[in-house]
């Protein structure tokens, strides 16, 4: 490995030294080379994470007094639609980075965390269906969380389908970054209106600012299927950028050498 | 020759407010179809849900602010794309002046030509489907302020779509979520009025929605061009 050091150490030398791994970051070579190396560490926590939970949240968390057993879908339900949202800001901060210092890598992190967010998204309202049918008596009601959910998949669905309607990749990054941006503003909206009009939902269970209102066995497993899930997005969305990495960069030189390195040995 | 640079900003605004109404006024029949499209939709509620009065009026609100939200959607397709057609807008995006003024001027002139009309017509239809009188001066109120959130919002998404060649529908799946909370508030305002409420909180909402979008949609649509129409 060592001609890939010496190429990777030949970067803008007159920066300071704190910032070059930022200007680093923006080499999607760099960025290949690296996140194939931590890959495997991070996909064995989240695997590890998302089981310990999985396990504690399905097999020893307390039955719920009201809901019995079908209470349980809460640890796939609200770590889904936590990321659904946080993706959303990921997505559009990865396109600010992008249109602000023109860093290439960062509009394939973009285009990369909208297809999974848009399944997260699909996930949360998907189980929220399936949990509200014994809760409620009905799969959908048009409530203001499930509503905004909703919204949210629109959102993603209309940056997803302005990336594929441009052929100059220039133009469809920086166009979905806009409407991403555009888009950001609507989450305020989206989280203001569990207040507005809350109806049939249940308040917000996890609030960052006071204690939370489920009792211990039970949150400490949602916890840690929160956590697995932070981490299992951040294994997918490396997979999908480096996937966007040899797409956009297949005529470089590095990405053939990689292929016949790979296909010889 | 040099004019004082708060005149020059000004006459961004004032000049494309102007050549869009001026082509407004010659392409009289395209500015009145939006208003057509609103009425006769509103013929097709009673035939598809009822034609009792009873039922009508608790729908009327809703219906007419998403006729006046399809109505908006249709017409905002064209804002740039017959400028970059015939390469004006080129031209817009070259000039000197700070790029969001000529493009609220000729939002401004959409508006003038679609959501004022449309927000005209609308005591016509809420007496058509027999919205209850005291919804009449909020959904006037709510459906000016509205359907000027409604052409901002747009301009975002006619200026993200303009250089494709089937922009339109595209257009609509990315503005329609947009839209969402200017159709909650718009509806809120008159259904408060009928049903005894104070419609003023919903309708200073609106005006919130609006100054914001006043504030954000031209910078954002600025940006866009920038991108779009070099491609």
Known sequence: MNWLSNKLSAGPSNESPSWQWFYRLGSPRWFYLRSGQWLPWLSLAALLVLATGLVWGLAFAPEDAKQGNSFRIIYIHVPAAFLAQSGYFIMAIAGAIGLIWKMKISYMVMKAAAPIGALLTFVALFTGAVWGKPTWGAYWVWDARITSMLILLFLYAGVMALQYAYHSVDAASKASAILALVGTVNIPIINKSVDWWYTLHQPATIKLTSAPSMHMDMFMPLLVMIVGFYLFYAVALILHTRNEILRRERKTSWVRELVTAKAGG | ?231
């Open chain 2, 1 to 231: 020759m040099s004019r004082p640079t708060a005149r020059k900003m000004d006459s961004g605004f004032v000049a494309w407010l102007r050549r869009d109404l001026l082509l407004a006024y010659r392409r009289r029949g395209e500015v009145a179809s939006p208003v057509v499209f609103f009425m006769m939709v509103s013929t097709l509620i009673p035939l598809g849900l009822t034609p009792e009065a009873a039922q009508l009026e608790k729908v009327a609100a809703g219906m007419i602010w998403i006729m006046a939200l399809l109505a908006t959607l249709l017409s905002v397709d064209g804002l740039f794309a017959s400028d970059y057609h015939d390469g004006s807008l080129e031209q817009m995006l070259i000039t000197p002046q700070l790029l969001p003024l000529p493009i609220l001027g000729k939002v401004t002139a959409h508006w003038l030509t679609t959501g004022l009309p449309l927000t005209l017509v609308s005591p016509l239809l809420g007496l058509m489907l027999s919205l209850p009188s005291a919804g009449y001066l909020p959904l006037i109120c709510s459906l000016a302020l509205g359907t000027a959130c409604l052409s901002l919002v747009g301009a975002v998404g006619a200026a993200l779509t303009v250089s494709l060649r089937k922009g339109g529908l595209l257009l609509s799946l990315l503005v329609m979520p947009l839209y969402m909370p200017v159709i909650i508030f718009g509806t809120a305002t008159v259904n408060s009025a009928v049903d005894g409420l104070n419609w003023l909180p919903p309708l200073a909402i609106l005006g919130a929605l609006f100054a914001a979008s006043v504030a954000l949609c031209p910078l954002a649509a600025a940006g866009a061009l920038r991108v779009t129409a070099s491609n």
